[in-house]
Nanobody
């Protein structure tokens, strides 16, 4: 069973940066989209950033210009987060989808606080 493993979360001051990584433990055939989601306490999970097979990226309005999603192969992706704000505090989840199913990471906590 392929799993997604996330790393890079932590505590950072407002204005700081973090880089999240997500790697699949094995090969996932035919990945057509990679996504980062986040869920803050008491709120619904929201889609933060997407990168599709052709390289097109889409971002949540509140993170545009601050976050960058990227990939270096079909099974590894990143989320570079700059100019972090307290409202970015959440558990961040990576997700990879093919035509058959979606795969999810276990989540990594990002806390932005002074």
């Amino acid at each position: 069973q392929v799993q997604l493993v996330e790393s890079g979360g932590g505590v950072v001051q407002p204005g700081g940066s973090l880089r999240l990584s997500c790697a699949a433990s094995g090969s996932i055939f035919g990945v057509n989209a990679m996504n980062w989601y986040r869920q803050a306490p008491g709120k619904e999970r929201e889609l933060v950033a997407t990168i599709i097979r052709g390289g097109t990226t889409v971002y949540l309005d509140s993170v545009k210009g601050r976050f960058t999603i990227s990939r270096d192969n079909v099974n590894t992706m990143y989320l570079q987060m700059n100019s972090l704000k307290p409202e970015d505090t959440a558990v961040y989840y990576c997700n990879m989808n093919n035509q058959f199913r979606g795969y999810w990471g276990q989540g990594t906590q990002v806390t932005v606080s002074s």
